[in-house]
Structures are given as C-alpha cells and as structure tokens.
C-alpha cells in the first residue's frame, strides 16, 4: 500500500516549484475557447479552478462550479498524444549534395513534460498508444524518449460526465498505478489534495514536500467521492466485442450510421488512443533542401485509403466500420488490447452525437436477429 | 518513467530516413514500365532481402512510395520493376544510371518458397503483378531440382503491356510451362485470350503437390484462389500479395490496414485462408 499524504490546495503551487526544480516542463488544463484543454501551465493558477463541463452526445459546455476545485471537471478535446505523438512533427531533413543525399538535421530530444492531471483512462491510453508505438518491431524514438523522461501526475476522478464509460471498460475512474503521483481532490471544508506516490520519483517528490499524512476521514471522504464518479449511465461490455465486430462487417447497420455521421474525423482526433498518420515531403524553392513532416490523419479522411485512383473505403459506412471495427475489434489482435477506453471524448465531440455505447448494442441485435 | 515502454530494436526514426542508393541501370521493359537496378551508395545500408518483400523508394523532394523487389542484380544491387502510375512513380521511371534516389527497407513478409520444396508450382501474376514474382521463378530456375512442375500463369490488358516477355523462352527451356492471356488481342496475337483464371485449365501441375503464388489486381487473385481450390489445391498453400496505401512501412501510419493485419508488416504476401474472408468484404 501507498501511504496517503495531504498537500492542501493553498500549496499547490509547490507542486509545480518542485517540478520547476525538476526541469519538467509542466503541461496540463486550463481554461481557453471555451474548454479545458491542455497546454503550458505554470502554475496552480493557470488550472480550470472553479470550472467544470457539462458534456452530452455532440455537447460541451464550460460552467461556473459554486467551489474553487481545480480539477473537477472530466476530459476535454485534448489528449496527452499531442505531446508525445505530436499532430505535426518533422521526421527529417535532407539536402542534396554532390549528386547523393544526406540527412542534415539530428533527432529533436522531446521537452521533458510533467503532464498535470492525467486521468485513470487517459493513463489506459498511455499504456495502449505504448504498444502502438513502442511495442512493435520497429519503435517512434520520439515517442519512447518523451514517454520515458515524462511525470505523470494522475488525478482520480470525482466527477464523470454522461459521456463517460470507464467503470464498464475497466479503465477508471480510480488511478491505480502506472504514473508518478496520483491525487483526489477533496472540496469541502477544507480544501485538500490526497497524494500517493505510485513511483520512486513520485516518492521522492513527496518527500521533498514535507506532507502531513491524510486523515482515515479524508482517505473515506476520496474514496466515496471517487466512488460516485464510478456511477456512470453510459456503459460498454468489453466481452466479445471483437468477435462481435468481426461478425458485424457486413451488418446494415453501417448505412444506417452513414446516414448521420458526416466522416469529419473528430471523433478519432479527440480519440486518446487513435494513432494513424500521414506524410509530406516538401522541398525548398532551390531544390537543395526536402523535408518530410508527419501529421495526424484518420480513416475518415479523403486519401487515407488512396489506392489506384481512389480510396479502398469510399463509402461514409465502409470508414465508420472501419473506425469502430479497429477501436473495439481489430485492435485487440493487433495489441493484444481494446482501443477503446471509455473515454467518451468521441461522443461528446461528434457534431452529430453519435454514440459508440448506443450503436454497438444495435450491432449485437442486428447480429443476433 | 517506463511505465511499459519496451525498448524495441530498432528505431523508427532511423527507419524513416531514406539512404542515398545509386541507379546502375534503367531498362524500358514495356510503353510506362521500367526496371532499375539500384544499389546502395554506402555499402553498410545493404540489408539481406528476400522475394516478396518491398523497399520504400523515394524522389527527393517528390515522395516515397512501396515498390516491391523484382529480382537481385549481378551484385549487391536490388532490382524493381516500376509501372509509372503517378508523380513519384513517374519520377522513377524517367531515373537514368547514375542517379541518386532514396531507399529504406527491406519491409515485409516474404513468399515462402524454400517452404514448399519438392511441391508443382503455380505463379499467376496480372500486370506489373509479375515483377514481385519474378523473383520467384528466377529462384525456382536456380534450384529447378527442387521444384516438380512450374507454371506461370500471366495476363495483362493487352499484348503491348505483357511484362518480361523476352525471359519466357529462357523460362521455358528449363521446363517451365508459360501461358500468357490478354484481355484484349490485336492482330498479333495469336495466344489466349481471356482473364488470367481461365489459363488454369491449360496448366499442367498435380493440384494435390501444389503450392501457388499470386499477384494482381484484387479481383483476379479472388477468382484464381477460389480456381484453385475448386480443382483441389490446398487453400493454405495458396499464397498472395496485397497492396494498400502505406506510408510509414514499420506499423505506425495505420493506412495499410485490411482488418487486423498491417500490410507492411504482416504482408504484404499472405496466405490465402488468412485473409480470404477479409478480401471478400467490400471496402475493408
Ligand atoms: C507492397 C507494395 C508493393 C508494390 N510494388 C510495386 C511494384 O513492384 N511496381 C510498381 O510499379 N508498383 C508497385 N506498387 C504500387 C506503387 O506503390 C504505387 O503505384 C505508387 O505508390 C503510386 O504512387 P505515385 O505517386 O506514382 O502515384 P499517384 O497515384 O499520383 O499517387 C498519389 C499519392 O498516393 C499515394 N499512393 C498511391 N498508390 C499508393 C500505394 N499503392 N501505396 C502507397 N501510396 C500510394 C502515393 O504515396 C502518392 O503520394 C506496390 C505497392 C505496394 C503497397
Ligand atoms: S480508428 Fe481509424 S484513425 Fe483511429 S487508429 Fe484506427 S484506423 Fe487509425
Ligand atoms: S462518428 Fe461523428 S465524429 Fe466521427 S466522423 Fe462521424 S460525424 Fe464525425
């Protein structure tokens, strides 16, 4: 077991010296355009404190909490993939010279992110997008670096949004593990951080704060809190899905989801786990220079199946099934693991409010009729 | 932290990088067909390959592009047969010897040739299908005692995109049954006319021994694989070669993918009962 110390919020910023002291560059929510996204922060102040969202199918709202949590709120657009599978980088840079070609640029080390306010899924996601780009027979050294040198500083949830189905997938809404620091807000009375360390580095932070240990009330209080946010309308059975998908390929269901779903591709941007890409070489106007830049891209998009004259999946329903199908089917014999961790984030920011939790059950009916 | 961070051999940042190779020929096969005999302009960037594989060849400043091995040269050198299609396979196409262009790889999995020792051989090819197998009948020409009857199957569109053709009678002499089909004849030609399934009745092989090696456009490898099996060929000896767009080559770019497999790493040369199911749904 862990032990369970109390930083109270008037010194969270201490947290963020200790990293400073670290050299971490600190990452984590803040309040911009209207949501929570994640981005350079400095410092306690910079978090959404007293912010909270409201999120349905194709809703996001940014509300006014009555209390000055700082991390009362659920998930965003964003994910921790834009840090460490950046939405555009560059791979290389060659120059032409004397008739061959030579890499002229050197690997970029990753900043060293201490990301603020992970949650329990969003460290599932951590450990899925691990396998993709790490787990494989060839390794992203970007991805790997910046992964290793990154703190986790994990927050468990004690509030889920309706969007949310983390209980069902196993994902959360507790931290458990695989990151430096877990902490659960506490508001109330008082207004208190719980902090476990759940890594030797963690350990030695905490340390080095000089933390009282939490009270057994307070270790109640977060248990209970974090317990009501397991209490989730929306929920996925993780069992037999990718059998399910297999059956489903060619299920009428897919048209009738064509008919909402305008292939805009938010779904698997905002997705935490979705990892596909595209490239472009590009070249200076003295034809010395070329580059080749990666940049996200989704199965939704024009060219992403571009083969012959035209994309293999031309129809919205053939890129739909193939987003859910690879999400909760494929992706299990690929990495031995779901794509999917419950999240919500793609039904929150589907314009149209396309539900994955209301569609899949319709699958399973179509399949068993 | 490593919090399940394998450290994997080889990293995808070196893999990306295009190594400098030297075109030491450039033969017009047919009208837009070209073979290139490259060879990497520092010896160290020499990987072993093996027939069915693929490099990434890239045009500086134009793009890269998946373009399958067609044969070894005389020396170090890789051969590719390359049809020009577009704008990097256009750029390939019109390299003269001399020329710098980038190369990385090998990527994929191979045809398992050396598996099916002592087996009849069936390669059917459609179009530009050919050149990733010619390295196949090239290697069952070396070892001719190892293999019982060979046939190739070959089509294409008409007799003026017929690839390699000069080879066949080489073929030929040493026992190898060639048969050749267009979809549209002229007055030239006076062979078969007809899809590349419809050659199968004309081949001379055991169906119970063979081993069969497909390359072609999609359709014709379903018609021919479901050929095979009707007349007895073992369904898992049936192997074939797909193509996806690709980007990456190393599993990252996720563009390849055909359900569960990843072309460039799990192909892009299957056997047929694992991806049967997966070629028959459209739009996968
Ligand atoms: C494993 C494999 C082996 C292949 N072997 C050969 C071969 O031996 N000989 C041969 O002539 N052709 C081969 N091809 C097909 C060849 O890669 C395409 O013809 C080529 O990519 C077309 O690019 P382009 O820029 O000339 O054409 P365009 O049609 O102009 O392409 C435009 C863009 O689409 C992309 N694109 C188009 N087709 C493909 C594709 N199949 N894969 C990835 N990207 C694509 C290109 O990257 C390009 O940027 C192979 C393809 C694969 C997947
Ligand atoms: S769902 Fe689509 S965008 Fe996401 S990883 Fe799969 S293929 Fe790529
Ligand atoms: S499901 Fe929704 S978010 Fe995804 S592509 Fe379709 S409309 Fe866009």
Known sequence: MTATSVLAAEHLDRLFQALARREYTCVGPTVRDGAIVYDRIEGAADLPRGFTDTQAPGEYRLERRDDDACFAYVVGPHSWKKYLFPPERRL????????????????????????????????????????????????????????????????????????CFCSSMGTGPAVTGDCDLALTELVGEQHVFLVEAHSPAGRELVDELDLQPAATEQEHAARAAVGAAAQQE??????????????????????????????????????????????????DLTGEHAERWRRWDSCFNPGFSYLHGGDVRRATAA??????????????????????????????????????????????????? | MAVGTERAAA??????????WVVRSATREIGDTVTLEIEPRDASAARPVAPGQFMMLYIFGVGEVPISVSGTGPTSGLLHTVRDVGAVTHALCNLGVGDVLGARGPFGSAWPIDEHKGCDVVIAAGGIGLAPLRPVVRHVLERRGEYDDVVVLYGSRQPDQLLYTPEFERWRAAGIQVEVTVDHADQTWDGHIGVVPTLVRHARFQVDEAAAFLCGPEVMMRFMAQE???????????????????????????????????????????PWTRVERLMAVPEL
């Not at chain 1, 060659?94 to 640029?105: A, H, K, T, Y």
């Not at chain 1, 991805?143 to 500083?153: H, L, N």
């Not at chain 1, 909760?328 to 039904?347: A, K, N, Y």
């Not at chain 2, 767009?245 to 563009?255: F, L, P, Q, S, T």
Request: aromatic fraction near 8%; glycine fraction near 8%; charged fraction near 25%.
């Open chain 1, 234 to 283: 929306r929920a996925l059975d993780p069992e037999g899905l990718p059998e399910l998908m297999g059956k489903s390929l060619e299920s009428p269901r897919w048209d009738e989801i064509a008919e909402r779903c305008l292939a805009c591709a938010n779904c698997t941007l905002v997705c935490p786990t979705c990892f596909c890409s595209d490239v472009e070489d590009i070249s």
């Open chain 1, 319 to 369: 890129k739909y099934r193939q987003w859910l199908t690879h999400k909760l089917g494929t992706w299990v014999e690929q990495f031995d693991t779901s794509g999917c961790v419950g999240c919500g984030r793609c039904i929150t920011w589907c314009p149209v409010g396309i539900d994955i939790t209301a569609e899949v059950p319709k699958l399973a009916k179509g399949e068993a009729s």
């Open chain 2, 228 to 270: 095979l099996v009707d007349r007895g060929v073992v369904p898992e000896r049936i192997h074939l070669s797909l193509e996806r767009n690709m980007k990456c080559a190393v599993g990252m770019c996720g563009r390849c993918q055909l359900g569960p497999e990843f072309l460039c790493l799990d192909g892009p040369v299957f």
């Open chain 2, 11 to 20: 990293s995808a940042d070196d893999v990306w990088v295009p190594r400098p």
């Open chain 1, 92 to 163: 290389w840079r060659l120059r032409r010279s004397d008739g061959s070609i030579e890499r002229v640029d050197a690997d970029e080390p990753p900043p060293r992110y201490a990301f603020i306010g992970v949650r329990a899924c969003e460290i599932a996601a951590l450990l899925i997008q691990d396998r993709v780009f790490t787990g494989g027979p060839h390794s992203d050294t970007y991805y790997g670096r910046a992964r290793e040198d990154a703190f986790v500083v994990a927050v468990s949830c004690t509030e889920s949004a309706p969007t």
